[in-house]
């Protein structure tokens, strides 16, 4: 198993940039592929970002791209969306995830305001 605990989260305006970062313990982190996910008001949670276990190969959901960039340290136990040129579509609490152990954080908050 392995805990994630995320942080980075706040309230931005549109334009602005966050980075978000999962700290992972109690598993082998640097063999797990991880994912990005995000969950607005009154909405389903989506798929954001993915990077795999050793960083070579990086995913992203179509209305992101260009504009969030996902990234790991090994060393560090730790990955990283960076978010650039926010918008308000963008608001919602963002979740860190291991699918091979279905292991979830807690989430942060992300808010954009126009």
């Known amino acids: 198993q392995v805990q994630l605990v995320e942080s980075g989260g706040g309230s931005v305006q549109a334009g602005g940039s966050l980075r978000l970062s999962c700290v992972a313990s109690g598993g082998t982190f640097d063999s797990l592929d991880i994912h990005w996910s995000r969950q607005a008001p009154g909405k389903e949670r989506e798929f954001v970002a993915a990077?795999?276990?050793?960083?070579?190969?990086?995913y992203y959901e179509e209305s992101v791209k260009g504009r969030f960039s996902i990234s790991r340290d090994n060393a560090k136990n730790t990955v990283y969306l960076q978010m650039n040129s926010l918008k308000p579509e963008d608001t919602g609490v963002y979740y860190c995830?291991?699918?091979?152990?279905?292991?979830w954080g807690q989430g942060t908050q992300v808010t954009v305001s126009s």
């Open positions: 990077v795999s276990w050793n960083g070579a190969k990086t």
């Open positions: 995830h291991a699918p091979r152990y279905d292991s």
